[in-house]
């Protein structure tokens, strides 16, 4: 944790809202955990829920990110990157894992059919349109599906998503260039809109 990069030096010298809490997480405060929780547990799962598509597994990522902040908050070291970076940097490190996983799976048996009815997450995020968007999304190479969830979905800028990749802003543009014509392809419309949003979006 705190390891220092490039990119997260654009953080030295901010003020991080979380550090009080980090702090009393460390010396055991279960009410600062409960409280860091209730701040950012949507934001993880909608990290998972992006990268991965399906809920259960963004919950447990979620849940893992906080279950590593409660062992490892007393190693964190103030200053070097805000401790929301290093909160999203873990819960796209376990997507990561869990997608990688998933290719490594081999079986001799056809798979199962997927259900194609949708979740309630899509339901309630967005319908038809949304579930054809996170379809697209999720063929997406992992990189750039994790550009275009923190910079869209996330709201972070350039800068922001650079640190949380350990990245150049340089390489998250040319990441989000590269998913913006693989969604426009897969997409049209959708992408379209989509991806305006994340060019209009300046680090």
Known sequence: MGRRDSTSAAHVGVADPDAGLVARVAIGDADAAQRLVERHLSKMVAVGMRMLGDEAEAEDVAQEVFLRVWRHAGDWKPGRAKFETWMHRVAINLCYDRLRRVREVVTDSPPE???????AFDRVHGGDVAIRVQAALEKLPPRQRA????????????IEAAAVLEVSVE???????RAR????????????????SVDGRRG
Do not use: F
Request: charged share 15%; hydrophobic share 50%; proline share 5%.
């Open 113 to 119: 059919t997927a259900d194609e009815s949708p979740s």
């Open 181 to 196: 014509r693989a969604l426009k392809s897969a997409l049209a419309p959708e992408a379209q809109a989509l991806m305006e």
């Open 147 to 158: 550009a275009v969830t923190l910079c869209h979905y996330l709201v972070l800028s350039n």
């Open 171 to 177: 390489a998250i543009e040319s990441l989000l260039a």
